[in-house]
T-cell receptor, first 111, second 114 residues
C-alpha cells in the first residue's frame, strides 16, 4: 500500500527566504507525482506535475524534483512571499490510478 | 478557465439527518469525478470514483449505502451523506477530471454533525 509522508508538518519563515518542502513515498512504481496548494475555502490548486520519467519541473519561483528510485520529491520555493502561505500537498498516482496524498506541510511566510 | 463549483462550503446538521453536497464542473465536462474526505491533520483520502451515467466505485471501508453518489450528467455530481453521525464530520472535497486528464478540485465542504 502506497504511503506518502511530508516533512515538515509546518514551517514558518521570514519573507524572502528560500525553502524546501519534502515528500517521500514508499512504492516507487508511480505514474506521476503532483504538488498541490490548499487554501482554506478555495480548494486545491495543482502547482506542478512530474511524470515518472522526468526529474524536475519548474514554474516561476517553484521547482519540484523527483527521485523515483529513492521515493523522494522536493518542492523548492524561491524568494518566498506572504502570499505563498498555504498548505502544500504532495500526491502520487500509481497503477490503480488513485491519487495518494500526504498530510501536507503548512507554510507561513511572515512579512 | 475550468472550475469545479462545490456547495455548500460549510454545513452543520443534527445527527440522523442527510446532507447533500453538490459539485458542478464549469467550462468543462467531468467524465470522472472523485470524492475525497479529510479528517483534521490527516491526508486527503479517496472515498469513491464515479463516471458519468454509471455506478460509483467505492474505496475499501467506505459504505456505499451511507455515502450516496450520483453522477447523472457530465457537469454535476452529488454526494449525499445519509443519516449523518458526529464521526462523519469531516472536510469533503470533489475533483473533476476532464478529457485531458487534468484534475480540477472543488473548494470543499466542511461538514459538522452535532
Amino acid at each position: 500500500k502506497q504511503e506518502v509522508t511530508q516533512i515538515p508538518a509546518a514551517l514558518s519563515v521570514p519573507e524572502g527566504e528560500n525553502l524546501v518542502l519534502n515528500c517521500s513515498f514508499t512504492d516507487s512504481a508511480i505514474y506521476n507525482l503532483q504538488w498541490f496548494r490548499q487554501d482554506p475555502g478555495k480548494g486545491l490548486t495543482s502547482l506542478l506535475l512530474i511524470q515518472s520519467s522526468q526529474r524536475e519541473q519548474t514554474s516561476g519561483r517553484l521547482n519540484a524534483s523527483l527521485d523515483k528510485s529513492s521515493g523522494r520529491s522536493t518542492l523548492y520555493i524561491a524568494a518566498s512571499q506572504p502570499g505563498d502561505s498555504a498548505t502544500y500537498l504532495c500526491a502520487v498516482e500509481g497503477g490503480s490510478e488513485k491519487l495518494v496524498f500526504g498530510k501536507g506541510t503548512k507554510l507561513t511566510v511572515n512579512p | 478557465g475550468a472550475v469545479v463549483s462545490q456547495h455548500p462550503s460549510r454545513v452543520i446538521c443534527k445527527s440522523g439527518t442527510s446532507v447533500k453536497i453538490e459539485c458542478r464542473s464549469l467550462d468543462f465536462q467531468a467524465t470522472t469525478m472523485f470524492w475525497y474526505r479529510q479528517f483534521p491533520k490527516q491526508s486527503l483520502m479517496l472515498m469513491a470514483t464515479s463516471n458519468e451515467g454509471s455506478k460509483a466505485t467505492y474505496e475499501q471501508g467506505v459504505e456505499k449505502d451511507k455515502f450516496l453518489i450520483n453522477h447523472a450528467s457530465l457537469t454535476l455530481s452529488t454526494l449525499t451523506v445519509t443519516s449523518a453521525h458526529p464521526e462523519d464530520s469531516s472536510f469533503y472535497i470533489c475533483s473533476g477530471q476532464g478529457d485531458g486528464g487534468k484534475l480540477f478540485f472543488g473548494s470543499g465542504t466542511q461538514l459538522s454533525v452535532l
